[in-house]
Each structure stands twice: as C-alpha cells, then as structure tokens.
C-alpha cells in the first residue's frame, strides 16, 4: 500500500496534478470501517511533508463530484508487459487450462493472508495454532474457525 501511495504521489509530482486524500477500500475481505487512510497514516503529516512538491486535498471539492454532472477521468494501467513476457503468461495459462484446476499463489503471502486464508497445509499444528490466533485478534475478520482441507478442496 505505501508502495502504491508513494508511486501515485510521484506521478502527481511530475505531471503536475493535485491529489486528494486516498479512501481506501473498506468492504472487501475484512469490511473494516476502521481503516481509512487517515486511521493508518498521519494525513496531516503526508500534507506538510509534501507541500512543496504536489498539492494535497484532503477530499474532492463537492464541484468535481458526480452528483454535480462531473465525470471522473479514468485511465487503465500504463505499465505493460513486453510481448514476450505477455506470450509466455498465456502459454503458461493455456497448459494449466488444459491440465484440469490449479492454483495461483500470491508469492508475498504474508502472515496476516495466510492467517484470513486459513491455509495451513504443509503447517505444523504450532504453526496452524499461531495462525489460528492472529485471526481471533482482529475483530474485524469475520471468519474466526477454518476448516484447511474443507476449505482447499472447496475449489475442485
């Protein structure tokens, strides 16, 4: 996240562009509704310490809102993989495909994923118990008690 917010930050710096205080997304997998930007960083802070290179709104003037007819500008992403990258991804995906399900991991599958997960395959119980109590740390996680094996074979 703070990877993401600091490229958006450089690219508002070099095409000129004000930016507006990020909302984060608080109603996928954890529906937290404690998790603005401003519950995890110091808004006034990234402000401050940014003034002289990019203007900062802390939200959208009402005027560029869509209840007042005006459109949001949306780009897709501007990075692209080269086109040999790009046909080795499909024909790794064709072979998968043909072979029947797989799997696609996430290679920065931290602890706290892996907890919400409930994955605890290749675990050992000390493990999975350690697991098994960050989830019940987080109140906002909903789903406390997990299942691994009902839960892997759920997707064949």
Request: proline content about 5%; aromatic content about 14%.
């Amino acid at each position: 996240m703070r990877s993401a917010i600091c490229d958006m930050v450089a690219v508002a710096r070099l095409l000129n562009l004000t930016l507006v205080v990020p909302e984060l997304d608080k109603t996928s997998f954890w529906a937290d509704p404690s998790s603005g930007f401003e519950d995890i960083f110091d808004v006034r802070h990234f402000i401050d310490s940014l003034r002289d290179e990019v203007r900062i709104f802390r939200r959208l003037p009402k005027r560029f809102s869509t209840k007042y007819g005006y459109q949001m500008f949306q780009m897709p992403p501007g990075l692209k993989f080269t086109p040999q990258l790009e046909a080795l991804g499909s024909k790794l995906v064709r072979m998968l495909q043909q072979r029947g399900p797989f799997v696609a991991l996430h290679l920065r599958y931290e602890m706290d994923m892996l907890a919400f997960s409930g994955c605890t395959h290749g675990c050992g119980e000390e493990e999975a118990e350690e697991l098994k109590k960050m989830r019940y740390t987080y109140p906002w996680w909903r789903e406390k008690e997990i299942v691994s094996e009902e839960r892997r074979w759920r997707w064949f």
